[in-house]
């Protein structure tokens, strides 16, 4: 198992900034890739942003907005997210496509950070 620690969600206001961090823990062998997805109230878990190696993949709606990065010597992932917009209201959840010791490969998830964007 791979547990996955979240924090850094909170209410901002528009146009406001926060950085989400995620750190993933347990017999991680290797990773690779480490993600974030967010829920709004009754929509789909959609993607927002994704990072393997050196590569960075985001949702139109974010791009220019948000920055994904990951600490040199820690299994942490980090969301930089500026200009926020009532739209980015949502839980967000940390993924990590990693493998064990074991050498088995699955996905695992955090249990999710409410970010509330609001006047």
Not at 15 to 25: P, T
Not at 33 to 54: H, N
Not at 80 to 94: G, H, I, R, S, W
């Amino acid at each position: 198992q791979v547990p996955l620690v979240e924090s850094g969600g909170g209410l901002v206001q528009p146009g406001g900034s926060l950085r989400l961090s995620c750190e993933a823990f347990g017999s991680i062998f290797s990773i690779n890739a480490m993600g974030w997805y967010r829920q709004a109230p009754g929509k789909q878990r959609e993607l927002v942003a994704t990072i393997s190696g050196r590569t960075t993949n985001y949702a139109d709606s974010v791009k220019g907005r948000f920055t994904i990065s990951t600490h040199d010597r820690r299994n942490m992932v980090y969301l930089q997210m500026n200009e926020l917009k009532p739209e980015d209201t949502a839980v967000y959840f940390c993924n990590v496509d990693a493998t064990t010791t074991d050498r088995r490969r699955n996905d695992y998830w955090g249990q999710g950070t409410q970010v509330t964007v609001s006047s």
